[in-house]
């Protein structure tokens, strides 16, 4: 449920050669032998330091391997300065197996703030980390549920839970405990919100939500992305994947998409740009997204807090730039 297939497909999609740059080789190919061959690693180490202290800041914040990736390529390419109005999403900058083999060689214990990645555990009762007997007396308004594990534990690892009053989630971590429903139920105008993928798998995420978990009348049910126009008017990383290239010519209407698996009144609202984007095969990761950007955004969404509006979010264009497209990082 937590989108693994496409994960996988960012490796292959990286290893497969959607490369920028002379260091997307693998470094244990014959050809980096030598002292270009040295030159090269000693250039791609020195990026991995300056990637990782990017990814930690403000703050020393916690990141994942794949975040870690992310920001390498984004140093390496540096398209997220582009203008937004434009909307695309750029190649991998190197191979994943090139930024692991030099992730190896400085040594992961060596990087300040990267986490361990998620290894999916069964669903563990809910309040086990407190002995109060009335916990689930009180009302809850606000849960966040992510299809990434990883994702949710850079969350969780990051204060989200506490600083927003919102507990994190993983896809894994589904269905929701009895007694976690019971206080959303209590709360008044409650809201579960999404985090999912950019991508064909990750657009029906909302819909495989609803299939797992019984959400207590009353409570909403609020995806917050990625979309595909989102990833593109901020320029993220994207993968391309041999399991999603076979895309219906056309998006399913809203009439088919609760068979399809598509999420309900999402389906039509996808635009041409997002339906062809999504056509190629393409898909961008939560994980694309700076982990600063990401935690502030997060913060304001689940908080429900508006932007200060001016003359310039007034306009139409400007708005529909959607989510994680500001404040700026």
Not at 25 to 44: C, K, N, S, V, Y
Not at 155 to 181: F, H, I, K, Q, W
Not at 237 to 243: L, S
Not at 302 to 322: C, K, N, Y
Request: a positive charge; charged letters at 20%.
């Amino acid at each position: 449920m937590s989108g693994t297939g496409h994960l996988t497909g960012a490796g292959r999609a990286a290893d497969s050669g959607q490369t920028g740059t002379g260091l997307a080789t693998d470094p244990g190919h014959t050809g980096h032998t030598g002292q270009a061959g040295h030159m090269r690693q000693a250039i791609l180490d020195r990026v991995l330091r300056t990637a990782a202290e990017k990814a930690a800041a403000p703050g020393q914040l916690h990141f994942t391997e794949r975040q870690l990736y992310y920001e390498v390529c984004r140093v390496l390419l540096p398209w997220h300065r582009a203008p937004r109005r434009t909307h695309f999403t750029s190649a991998p900058a190197l191979t994943y197996g090139a930024f692991r083999a030099a992730l190896h060689r400085i040594g992961p214990d060596t990087v300040d703030g990267l986490l361990p990645p998620v290894v999916p555990r069964p669903p563990q009762a809910a309040g086990r980390h407190t002995p109060e007997p009335d916990l689930f007396d009180y009302g809850l308004p606000r849960l966040l549920v992510c299809e990434s594990d990883d994702i949710a534990a850079m969350l969780r690892a990051n204060g989200v839970p506490m600083e927003s009053a919102c507990p994190v989630y993983g896809a894994s971590e589904l269905p929701l405990d009895t007694g976690v429903l019971r206080m959303l139920a209590l709360a008044e105008r409650a809201t579960v919100y999404l985090l999912h993928d950019a991508s064909a798998h990750g657009l029906t995420f909302p819909a495989r939500f609803a299939r797992s978990v019984d959400v207590p009348d009353g409570v909403r049910v609020v995806p917050l992305g990625l979309r595909p126009r989102q990833a593109g008017a901020l320029h993220l990383v994207h993968g391309r994947g041999p399991a999603y290239a076979a895309i219906p010519g056309h998006w399913p209407g809203p009439a088919t998409a609760a068979a399809s698996g598509a999420a309900p009144g999402l389906a039509s609202a996808l635009s041409r740009w997002e339906r062809d984007w999504l056509r190629r095969g393409r898909f961008v990761e939560l994980a694309a997204v700076n982990p600063a950007s990401l935690i502030r955004t997060v913060h304001r969404l689940v908080r429900e807090v508006r932007t200060p509006r001016s003359q310039l979010t007034d306009l139409r264009q400007v708005r529909q730039a959607g989510f994680l497209s500001w404040p700026t990082a």
